[in-house]
């Protein structure tokens, strides 16, 4: 039977997300990608021109499968509760695909990523964090920072504790640390008790 070439594309990024996350982007050759795919280098670069469509193509991809999976939030709950219920899920995703974890930390703040790709690629595959953002910064329960500078904070606290919970998941599994991560987090975006 013939593999399709969406076969040999799901290949080629399975192979690419396990080098990146063991090796890092710069220990994942395109021809060790390859190789550990199971492809020849020219099917590689048939599916992706370059290295940096692979690997901007590989973030894309587990973004779209973190956002498939994090359900929608009941819109009349009071925002602090629709964030805590986004939080948990993606963190959740994130604490039960450690490779995925490991190749965004790595890739996030890549030379190979630009910001506004980031952004695009972010509100796409997550739309419902612009959203809850607009809407938390315009009934003012968040802060009224910069749309790009709230966005980054809120992928940043989130991945520092991603991060955290992965490398010592008995922390992960206790509550108490999962409440307090949320906690820490609402509390930058919200401005705590003393929002400008």
């Not at 990608?33 to 280098?41: H, L």
């Not at 919970?165 to 008790?193: C, M, N, R, T």
């Given at each position: ?27 994942a ?26 690997i ?40 039960a ?27 796409e ?38 991060s ?33």
């Open positions: 039977m013939r593999e399709t070439m969406t076969d040999k594309r799901r290949q080629i990024l399975d192979a690419a997300l396990a080098l990146c996350a063991e090796d890092g982007l710069q220990g050759a395109t021809a060790r990608i390859a190789k550990a795919a199971g492809v020849a280098n020219g099917t590689l670069f048939h599916h992706f021109p370059s290295k940096a469509l692979l901007q193509s590989l973030y894309q991809e587990i973004k779209a499968r973190l956002g498939a999976a994090i359900s929608e939030a009941d819109p009349a709950l009071p925002l602090e509760v629709q964030a805590r219920h986004y939080w948990h899920q993606a963190m959740g995703w994130m604490q695909h450690p490779r995925e974890l490991r190749f965004v930390l790595g890739f996030f703040h890549s030379p190979l990523l630009a910001r506004p790709l980031r952004s695009q690629i972010l509100a595959t997550l739309p419902f964090l612009p959203s809850l953002l607009a809407r938390g910064q315009a009934s003012g329960e968040l802060m009224s920072a910069p749309p790009a500078l709230m966005l980054e904070v809120c992928q940043g606290q989130f991945l520092a504790c991603a955290l919970f992965v490398d010592q998941p008995e922390l992960g599994e206790d509550p108490h640390w999962q409440e307090s991560a949320f906690a820490l987090f609402w509390s930058a975006i919200s401005g705590g008790p003393h929002a400008p």
